[in-house]
């Protein structure tokens, strides 16, 4: 893997967890790393302090999501050492004396997604990002992000609030291994003789529904059909990208939460 991704201690064999937050003030690389003894840690913690309130997929308190990394105000480690520590939201959430060792393992935990196996991500800058999602990386030229872009991709407006840091790392270093059932490529052979091939929006026992490689929105019945392929191999090959790139870019599409 590469080594900005995951770094393998010597002796020790950890994980180590590197976040650089690209939303609101930046931090500098190595601001804060964590072990992934800190992560399984806390792992326990926020069983027993934070699920009570928060559920055990971070989820229930409406407008938060922590798996996902959806907060209301907070954006980086410091800020939600502060928010844990002293409270927030006019009490309702209580402050919690915690020792450093535990108020580490559970923001080590929320940043690997809820995963006690999470594997480092760096989250680089989003305006960075920005640029390489419309230029160098050529990610606009299939994928349609709050109504602008093509529909030959998945949409990606939403995928802040639907992937976590370390899924869209593997998207871009391995889209094989995390491409989706219904997103992989169809080639499709009609009893006319078309050859049309797209992408799966909707699929039942008797019919498809997809958008074709013109754009167009099709639905075609299973039995009008005299070939019917579903491809293993994704459409867009592994990113080219160096990876403070990869950084730029997942910060970038961590902040693509929909249209607020």
């Known amino acids: 893997m590469n080594r900005v991704c995951s770094r393998i201690l010597s002796g020790a064999a950890s994980v180590v967890v590197t976040l650089i937050i690209g939303v609101g003030n930046a931090q500098e690389p190595g601001d804060h790393q964590y072990t992934s003894a800190a ?56 402050a919690f004396s915690l ?12 940043r690997a997604g809820f995963d006690p196996d999470g594997v480092a991500v760096r989250i680089g ?3 960075r990002g920005r640029a390489l999602f419309t230029g160098k990386g050529q990610c606009a030229g299939c994928h349609r992000v709050n109504g602008s872009g093509p529909r030959t991709a998945p949409d990606l407006s939403e995928i ?9 790392q593997r998207s871009l270093l391995d889209p094989a291994s995390a491409l989706l059932p219904i997103n992989r490529p169809v080639r499709i052979v009609t009893r006319d003789e078309e050859v049309i091939t797209g992408r799966r929006l909707n699929e039942d026992t008797y019919t498809v529904q997809l958008i074709d490689s013109q754009e ?45």
Do not use: W
């Open 216 to 260: 167009r929105l099709r639905s075609l019945v299973k039995a009008d059909l005299v070939r019917y392929e579903i491809s293993q191999t994704p459409t867009h090959q592994p990113t080219t990208l160096a990876s403070d790139e990869v950084a730029d870019l997942i910060g970038y599409l961590l902040t693509l939460r929909g249209l607020q």
């Open 39 to 94: 992560i399984e840690a806390g792992s326990r913690v926020y069983t027993q302090q934070c699920a009570l309130c928060h559920g055990p997929q971070g989820d229930t308190v409406d407008g938060i999501n922590l798996r996902r990394g959806v907060f209301r105000t907070a954006s980086s480690d410091d800020d939600l050492r502060q928010v844990i520590s002293g409270g927030a939201a006019q009490g309702r959430m209580p």
């Open 99 to 110: 020792n450093p060792t535990e108020l580490d393992g559970v923001i080590a935990y929320i």
């Open 160 to 168: 802040g609030a639907l992937r976590t840091p370390a899924a869209l």
């Open 125 to 127: 800058n989003p305006e």
